[in-house]
Structures are given as C-alpha cells and as structure tokens.
C-alpha cells in the first residue's frame, strides 16, 4: 500500500492494537509517498525485490534488499514490513505509477496515482435515453478541484462543461458516445472514460402494430415477440438502472418465446431495435 505517513501500531499489528494505516493512493507533486511492503517469513537468507514503475511501465527505480547488498539491514531481518519513501518533482509523468515486490517466488502490485489524477471508473446517468430530452450525467466520486473535459458523438453538451456534472441533449439514432477527461490544476490529464447510450423514441407512430406483437406482458416465465415481417434486429433488455442484462438477435426470435426465468421479478425495459428505428418498453416480470 502506499501511504501520506509510516503506519503506527500497536504491540501487535492488528487494528485492535491502535493500528493507523495512513493509507492513501492520490498523491501531489513534491509530496512523501510511502511505499510500505508486509511480508510473511521473513529470515536471514530472505531477498526483496522492489521496483518503482513510471504509467508507462518503465523501470523509475528499482533495488534488492538482502544482506549481501544491504548489511545494515541484517539487523532489521525479523521484521515484518519495510517502507521505500519517494518525493517525486514536478516533471516526471503524471498519472498511475505503481510499485512491485518480489519476495518468496511471489510477485505483488500496487497502483497510486500522482499529480492530482483519479481515476475514473464510472460514470452516472441514464443508459438508455430518448432524442432531443435533455440527461444529465455525471463523473462519480469526481475530485474537488479538477475540471472535466467532456466530449459527445451524436448528440450536444447543452450545459456543465467542464464540471463533473453536464446536461446532453441526444441527437436521432442508434446509439450515442460520451466521453470525459480529468485535468488537474497541476496541468496532468487523466486516460478517458467512455460510455456508450442506446437511443430509443418512445413515439408508438413510428412503428404499426401490426409489425409485431409483445406477450404476455406482464410475463412469469417466457416472452412472446411475434414479428411476422421480421423487421426486428435485435432486442435488449435492462433493469432500471441502465444494466443491459439480455441481448437476442432479431434470429433468435423464435416460436418457442425467450425464457426470462433467470430475471426477479419487477420491472425491466424492453428495447426492440430495427432497420429504421428502436422502441422502449416497460416490461413487467411476475
């Protein structure tokens, strides 16, 4: 783990003991970070390896602690953990470093991340949207003092830009893309995050009834789609949430239904994608 401090403990290392970890994986320019290392059986004839790697993978900087090449540490040899403490400048790359240890045909990983940078791992709002019906969509767990940069295929930022926080307005279509950068006030930008939204009308106009039918609906077991033209390409299904749970080819539609035995019961959406158009459907499962 990497820390802001040394850890504390107590007579033993365990939280009932007063453990304080001082863990924490965002770190500045300039600041201490320590790079603590817990091994397990540690003995005279023990060899840790410790490599610090730059977000690219190259070797920044890398030692072996054993008694040969560090006698000092012979003294040190029962202990259970080691701390390397690095103050790296302004200057060296921005964003996720990590360090590895090699002890005991064992290899472990961590990452922090340097200059302000989190990485974004997800983003809020509604998966499945409707043409020109504003969203908003939001960065989750955003860092305070960051500006995001937001980009949007088939669609346009109507307000939020950079915040962590915009409002889109979806354009006609299949699908939309929305994408968002952090940049710190230390001048590091982060790898973009990327969300894909389905795009469905909801205007029953657009599509005959007589194309295909739904039932039963609500349903207990198996889901009935008779599309006696075959126009329908694909069917998805999400939760309220925006999961995509079940995806069939227009193909795979066949007499028998489509088992949905698998889903709890409540209420799902339907998306019936075509040539010309998709459409949204509440659906409710017993």
């Not at 072996?64 to 790296?88: E, G």
């Not at 207990?220 to 069917?235: F, G, S």
Request: net charge negative.
């Amino acid at each position: 783990m990497t820390c802001d401090a040394w850890p504390e403990f107590g007579e033993c290392t365990h939280k009932e003991d007063g453990e304080i970890l001082h863990a924490r994986n965002e770190f500045s320019f300039d600041e201490d970070i320590h790079c603590v290392l817990f091994l397990k059986d540690q003995d005279m004839d023990s060899e840790v390896n410790f490599t610090l790697l730059r977000p690219d993978g190259t070797t920044y900087y890398e030692n072996t602690l054993n008694c040969q090449t560090t006698p000092l540490a012979c003294n040190y040899f029962d202990s259970s953990w080691w701390v390397y403490t690095f103050n790296l400048p302004i200057g060296v790359p921005c964003g996720a470093w990590s360090y590895r240890v090699d002890f005991h045909d064992q290899t472990a990983e961590h990452t922090f991340f340097l200059g302000g940078l989190r990485e974004i791992t997800a983003v809020g709002g509604q998966l499945i949207a409707q043409p020109a019906i504003p969203e908003t969509y939001q960065v989750v767990d955003p860092v305070s003092d960051s500006r995001y940069f937001w980009t949007v295929e088939n669609g346009e930022i109507m307000s939020g830009q950079n915040t962590s926080e915009v409002e889109i307005r979806w354009s006609e279509g299949d699908q939309g893309v929305l994408c968002v950068v952090q940049n710190t006030p230390q001048g590091c930008a982060g790898e973009q995050f990327c969300i894909t939204i389905d795009l469905a009308s909801t205007n029953a106009s657009e599509l005959s009834s007589s194309e295909f039918l739904i039932y039963p609906n609500p349903v207990y077991e198996t889901l009935h789609i008779l599309d006696d033209r075959q126009t329908i390409d694909q069917l998805i299904i999400y939760d309220l949430t925006g999961n995509r749970l079940r995806t069939v080819g227009g193909s795979d539609i066949s007499m028998t239904g489509i088992s949905l035995s698998d889903l709890i019961a409540g209420t799902y959406l339907l998306v019936i994608k075509s040539a010309n158009h998709s459409t949204v459907h509440k659906l409710l499962k017993l």
